[in-house]
């Protein structure tokens, strides 16, 4: 069994899944960590937000989302507050709250990823370029890179890859990843870990 895997999902080859309530589709872009009884121990998805409405709930599921497209929205919580989702900026939410949430002018789409909460932790990083970046990955570890705009360069296994728009990077194992990001373009940088040795 090889000790790192790497492959590249488009987002258009990703089937969307309309949502129960009607609010939006969802793309499912990877999955991993699956334990006894467990669909997955984290997932990442893209989502399209096309009117306001509740936020599932995901019990002991922390959660990372950010808007990649559209003015932003508000995610309020039955107290009163609201977290605000800028555009490009990541926010940490839990699952177990439950949100609604408000578009503030027209549809969103929004980058998610979710953990379980005693399995696996996670970070969302957005780069806008310039920028170089390497990382030293154990042997459970992910590293996802979404390119959100224009080419993005990824080296691993002694490979370099050019990422497409909207084109995700998914490797999984311990190797030295470098990102190379030109000038004015954007890309995710998703970082997964274990909690506990598995």
């Known amino acids: 069994m090889p000790s790192s895997s790497t492959r590249r ?3 258009s080859d990703v089937k969307a899944t ?3 309530n009607g609010g939006g589709i969802t ?5 991993g960590g699956a334990g006894p009884g467990q669909d997955w121990g984290w997932r990442v998805s893209i989502a399209d937000v096309e009117r306001d409405g509740p936020f599932s709930e995901f019990p002991k599921t922390d959660r990372v ?4 497209d559209g003015e932003g929205m508000d995610l309020r919580d039955p107290d009163g507050g609201v977290t605000a989702l800028e555009p490009f900026q ?11 949430g408000r578009l503030r002018r027209g549809p969103v789409r929004d980058l ?3 953990t379980l909460r005693d399995r696996f932790e996670a970070t969302l990083d957005i780069w806008h370029g310039p ?3 390497t990382f030293e990955l154990g042997k459970h570890d992910y590293v996802l890179v979404h390119s959100l705009n224009g080419s993005c360069a990824v080296r691993t296994g002694g490979e370099t890859r050019q990422l497409a728009p909207a084109e995700t990077l998914v490797h999984q194992g311990q190797d030295s990843l470098e990102i190379q990001l030109a000038a004015d373009l954007r890309c995710a940088v998703i ?8």
Do not use: C, H, Q, Y
């Open 27 to 31: 793309r499912e872009i990877a999955t």
């Open 65 to 68: 989302i950010a808007v990649i």
């Open 9 to 11: 999902i488009l987002l």
């Open 18 to 20: 309309p949502w129960k």
């Open 112 to 114: 998610n990823i979710m």
């Open 131 to 133: 920028r170089t970046a």
């Open 191 to 198: 970082r997964i870990a274990p909690r506990t040795t598995i």
């Open 90 to 100: 990541a926010v940490e939410i839990s699952g177990d709250d439950p949100l609604f």
